[in-house]
RNA sequence: GCCCGGGUGGCGGAAUCGGCAGACGCGACGGACUUAAAAUCCGUUCCCCGGUGAGGGGGUGUGGGUUCGAGACCCACCCCGGGCACCA
């Protein structure tokens, strides 16, 4: 009687032993190419879910393909932990942000330890600790330095129940992406970091292998658009600025313009207010204000607005328009000011019937018969009544305005982004204070380097008051101009956690390293990622921002690329209840149970079996059994008594038909690996074992014969059930390790089918089978098509107009 | 509204370049072993007609089309998921 497969005994042996012989460690000086496979780092909640082990657990499979291959393979683990969960919980539970982290992280780590990934643990990066945020602050003194981070009293993303402001990113159709409260606007002095100045750069993908998907939705995020900023006199009305200008996509239109509009915040307003009109504006700009993000993009709300009782004089047909603000307009895009086209744009078109401003046709339709419109006419026509473009059609028009504004001094050609600068202050307690002093006497201070990290206190209130609890810690605030000495306060305001996470793939290759973020030498060793893998609901976050990082960074020298993930896989979401799994939910699965009952193998396993990776789905446990009952088969096969076989002598016909299965195996196995189709991999081992099952119980494989299969089982086993793969190895009487076994090649020629079933159609339906030598000349086959008793039926008595042959494949026999 | 994905048995899913639809597994049903159960092993399992056989017909969201041949390609539509959305 073999022994029993008991997974949880082996998997915690072989944890220790990987763990002692330091196996996983990997050291630059390693003369083999260097792998860098990347999964995004877990945030510290607490515990690990089955979503986390589906997001970890393939790419590790894949990291140890990578690494039975020849790779030396970084593959780092870490913590993203600081963030507004860790205050929460000192808040509800009176626990200090630190000790709840911190107690997650240990945790976590040894949940993590459970999935028996090749982590390099020396390496772990944890983001609220000193040692890492000291550089976190020092990267964003680069970026100050560099003039990429800038502080701006703007109308800011608000959450009323984070009580913070939000970048764009973070909000998602209008409501807080952590929380889904809706989010209103506050005014409020904020730093940024100037992404905008990469918009170009970042919408190109050169030289990394993206889903396509991801790449869509960052140049959707981005927003581009090619057109003309133009300007319109106010001079006539004394004011320092002596003109107003707009950013339009359609300048071809700019003679119908018949009204201009503003952003409610724009700073302009009160001073192209008339007196008599003052009180309405006040009240319109109020009611704006107030308005929640969701109110204010409600696409099907009636458009309003209110006159300034000023106007402004289009300079290319000297037509004196009024000036007006509408909620619509948005002063975060273009300049904040748009020309109203009612003509040839729907929403000017529903504003100006409201407001019963002209509508005047400067883009006439192909087939336009002079009469009024009933909707605005935005497709390509001919331009009229436009002075001198008269007659020109509109898409030479657009080039052709643009060019004659600049020529007049009324603007040009001009390329707009919706993208924003991405705005990265929290008014929060949990993350990286932001190294700045600001000074009576010298403003704005960095704070010095050699005084870098600027510690978080330990001790705060954290009363949600929408400031930053920071704000109340006198020791903290209360400190001396580095650059004057005179008594000077602190900035209060935290880093957004975004900004820990755009650069942790570089503190991965080199820890601990104390003289800066990262050690030079060994970043350009391992940069850029090879693979990375994280969902895609980071695409205009976490992935864009880390982008603008390494380019900005790459631009102040020191980092040596230009992207920092080549490869990127998402994989989809394990939902419950057609939920995400969060905590915060409470509709999480923890894996412990499993791993506990079944071992770390099978859910290692089960993960990849249930379906293509970059799917998710609802889980559902059901069909762990089937994993289970599988890896016991493998188990018992292994283990079988192979002296059994020492008189087998097989036939050349068995003998080949293993080979070639084999073989077949390696190759599919393989090509799975390579491109994540973990769920047909793991059918192609099933399907191995089913073969070598009957192999042995016909006993027709001799003793040498066996072994290579199945060796070579174990050794395609090896990447998703290390554990596993590892005992059987060892009992089958080989050296420890298979994981430093090199991973099975095929031969094309041994895995070749000597025979094929060619399927006989007629008429498109299928008639008859044959088994056949796979090299079957075509006019045999044919011959032996119309030859079939079966098929005889549904050909006689009638014309054979054709026969077609696809090699390898089928006969169709067309009758008439 | 616009832009991406996707829709295949009771379930998860497979199907290379247009060539045997339903691999692999779950579940279910039947059987072997057992005093019994668990475990294990064997068989059946898309639907309909036919006798439970031989055989035939239908079938990949719906309706058309292209083709010797369509799950895959084209057109129109329905549904589901994701992204963007008053972006001037």
Redesign the pocket.
């Known amino acids: 009687m073999p022994p029993e497969y008991i997974p949880t005994e082996i998997e915690k042996k072989w944890q220790e032993r990987w763990a002692a012989d330091h196996l996983y460690e990997v050291e630059e000086s390693d003369p083999r190419p260097k792998w860098y496979a990347l999964t995004m780092f877990p945030y510290t909640s607490g515990d690990l879910h089955i979503g986390h082990w589906y997001a970890m657990a393939p790419s590790d499979v894949h990291a140890r393909f990578k690494r039975m291959q020849g790779y030396k393979v970084l593959h780092p683990m870490g913590f993203d932990a600081f963030g507004l969960p860790a205050e929460n919980a000192a808040i509800k539970r009176g626990i200090q942000p630190r000790k709840w982290t911190m107690d997650n992280v240990e945790n976590m780590r040894r949940q993590l330890k459970s999935i028996g990934a090749v982590y390099d643990w020396r390496r772990e990066a944890i983001t609220c600790v000193p040692e890492y945020y000291r550089w976190t602050q020092w990267l964003f003194l680069q970026l100050y330095k560099g003039g990429l981070a800038y502080r701006a009293k703007a109308p800011a993303n608000w959450c009323p129940s984070c009580q913070t402001v939000l970048a764009?990113?973070q909000?998602?159709?209008g409501q807080c992406e952590r929380c889904d409260t809706p989010v209103t606007h506050r005014d409020l002095e904020q730093w940024f970091l100037r992404i905008t100045n990469y918009a170009e750069e970042l919408l190109r993908h050169d030289g990394i292998e993206w889903?396509?998907?991801i790449k869509?939705?960052q140049r959707?995020?981005i927003?581009r658009?090619e057109?003309?900023e133009l300007s319109f006199d106010i001079s006539h009305l004394g004011l320092p600025e002596k003109d107003l200008r707009?950013?339009?996509?359609?300048?071809d239109t700019v003679y119908g313009v018949t009204f201009m509009?503003l952003?409610p915040e724009h700073p302009l307003v009160p001073a192209l207010t008339a007196p008599q009109r003052r009180a309405e504006v006040e009240a319109y700009v109020e009611s704006a204000r107030r308005e929640t993000e969701i109110?204010?993009?409600?696409?099907e709300?009636?458009?309003?607005g209110v006159a300034l009782g000023t106007e402004a004089v289009v300079p290319f047909n000297g037509r004196r328009v009024p000036l007006l603000i509408?909620?619509?307009?948005?002063?975060?895009?273009?300049?904040?000011?748009?020309?109203?086209?009612p003509a040839h744009?729907?929403?000017?078109f529903?504003?100006a019937k409201k407001y019963g401003l002209p509508i005047p046709i400067v883009i006439a339709p192909p087939d336009w018969n002079g009469k009024d419109l009933t909707e605005a006419y935005v497709a390509e026509g001919t331009m009229v009544n436009s002075g001198p473009f008269e007659g020109t059609p509109s898409e030479q028009g657009k080039a052709a305005v643009a060019e004659y504004a600049q020529q007049k001094g009324w603007g040009g050609p001009k390329v707009?982004?919706?993208l924003?600068d991405w705005l990265i202050s929290r008014q929060r307690y949990w993350g990286a204070p932001i190294p700045i002093v600001y000074c009576p006497h010298c403003g704005t201070v960095p704070v010095p380097e050699t005084e870098l990290p600027v510690l978080l206190p330990d001790e705060a209130e954290f009363k949600p008051t929408g400031e930053s609890p920071l704000k109340y810690v006198q020791g903290f605030v209360s400190t001396r101009c580095p650059q004057c000495g005179h008594p000077a306060q602190r900035e209060t305001d935290t880093m957004d956690t975004f900004i820990c996470s755009s650069w942790y793939f570089l503190r991965y290759t080199s820890p601990g390293y104390d003289k800066g973020a990262w050690d030079p030498e060994r970043m350009h060793h391992w940069m850029p990622v090879d693979q990375y893998t994280g969902g895609?609901?980071h695409?205009?976050m976490h992935l864009l921002y880390a982008r603008f990082f390494t380019k900005a960074l790459r631009d102040l020298g020191l980092v040596s690329c230009d992207e920092p993930f080549l490869r990127l896989f998402n994989q989809?979401t394990i939902v419950l209840g057609?939920h995400k799994m969060s905590k915060s939910r409470g509709n999480v699965v923890t894996p412990d149970v499993y791993v506990g009952e079944h071992g770390a193998d099978a859910v290692r396993m089960y993960l990849m079996?249930?379906?293509?990776w970059?799917?998710?789905?609802?889980w559902?446990d059901?069909?762990?059994?089937?994993?289970?009952?599988?890896l016991?088969?493998v188990w018992?096969l292994a283990l079988e008594d192979s002296s059994v076989l020492g008189s087998v002598v097989s036939s050349e016909e068995a003998r080949r038909a293993l080979l070639r299965v084999t073989h077949q195996t390696i190759r599919r196995v393989t090509q799975d690996l390579e491109t994540f189709?973990f769920?047909?991999m793991?059918?192609?081992?099933?399907?191995f074992?089913?073969y070598l099952?009957?192999v042995w119980?016909d006993r027709t494989a001799d003793k040498e014969l066996w072994h290579f299969a199945r060796d070579t089982l174990l050794l395609l086993l090896a990447p998703s059930t290390p554990h596993l793969a590892e005992e059987l190895w060892v009992r089958t009487g080989h050296t420890y390790s298979i994981h430093s076994q090199p991973f099975p090649t095929w031969d094309d020629t041994l895995a070749a089918e000597e025979q094929?079933?060619l399927?006989i159609?007629v008429?498109?339906?299928?008639?008859d089978?044959v088994t056949v030598p796979a090299s079957i000349p075509e006019a045999r086959a044919k011959e032996l098509a119309l030859s079939q008793e079966?098929v005889q039926?549904?050909v006689a008595g009638k014309q054979v107009?054709?026969v077609?042959y696809?090699p390898?494949?089928?006969v169709?026999i067309?009758v008439r």
Request: proline letters at 3%; aromatic letters at 6%; charged letters at 25%.
């Open positions: 764009n990113e909000v998602k159709d889903p396509e998907r869509i939705m959707n995020w927003g658009s057109g003309a707009v950013f339009t996509t359609r300048p509009v952003a109110q204010r993009l409600s696409t709300r009636e458009k309003t509408a909620d619509y307009v948005l002063l975060g895009y273009g300049t904040g000011v748009v020309m109203g086209v744009d729907q929403r000017d529903d504003f707009s982004y919706r924003r895609a609901e695409a205009t989809g057609h079996f249930l379906g293509p970059e799917h998710g789905g609802e559902n059901a069909g762990l059994n089937g994993v289970v009952r599988w016991n088969r018992r189709q769920n047909t793991v059918a192609a081992l099933m399907e074992t089913n099952g009957q119980q094929i079933t399927v159609q008429n498109g339906r299928l008639r089978r079966k039926p549904h107009e054709k077609v696809v390898g494949r089928l169709n067309v």
